[in-house]
């Protein structure tokens, strides 16, 4: 697999990349996703929001109930395990430190993981644990692309010129 050039991607500007994309054994299950992502490249600022927000490596998978990302910092839907336990303040958390680094670092786009709770832009899980995809964007997503920073995913990198 052949890593980004992130110079091609983003024409030299810092881009906020998943954790997990670069490499990190940051999954909710423990694992990593396929490393896109050269880690210790200059222009990329890492960061999983789950952890910082204070989940575990290992944590239940969790999926928004009630809306997305939006609805969630909003207060009118929340984050919850498969056990049923909330964890919409981790959520929140990790989101306002992803925006306080990108704010930090003069980040203006961020690559996330697809589908995720925190990171998913465009399809998220729909809450029931089913595997079935709703329109719609997980918490650190929404919080970022509402300050105006562009978020894409892995599957749409071409995309932050």
């Known amino acids: 697999m052949r890593l980004m050039n992130n110079d091609q991607v983003n024409g030299n500007k810092k881009i906020l990349v998943g ?15 396929c490393m896109l992502f050269q880690p210790g490249d200059p222009t990329v600022v890492l960061i ?5 927000g204070g989940l575990p490596v290992p944590r239940e998978p969790a999926e928004i109930l009630g809306g997305d990302g939006y609805d969630v910092l909003a207060g009118f839907a929340k984050v919850v395990t498969r056990q049923g336990k909330e964890v919409t303040k981790e959520y929140v958390k990790g989101a306002e430190k992803a925006l306080d680094l990108c704010l930090k670092q003069g980040v203006t786009h961020a690559v996330l ?28 997503a929404a919080l970022l692309a509402y300050n105006g920073i562009r978020v894409t995913d892995e599957h749409s990198t071409g995309n932050l010129s």
Not at 26 to 32: H, K, L, P, T
Not at 48 to 52: A, Q, R, T, Y
Not at 120 to 136: A, H, N, Q, R
């Open 48 to 52: 999983c929001p789950e952890v910082e």
């Open 113 to 140: 993981k697809s589908k995720s709770p925190s990171c998913g832009s465009g399809k998220v899980y729909d809450g029931t644990f089913s595997g079935t995809l709703k329109e719609g964007f997980g918490v650190t």
């Open 19 to 33: 954790a997990c994309l670069a490499g990190r054994p940051c999954r909710y299950d423990g694992n990593m996703n």
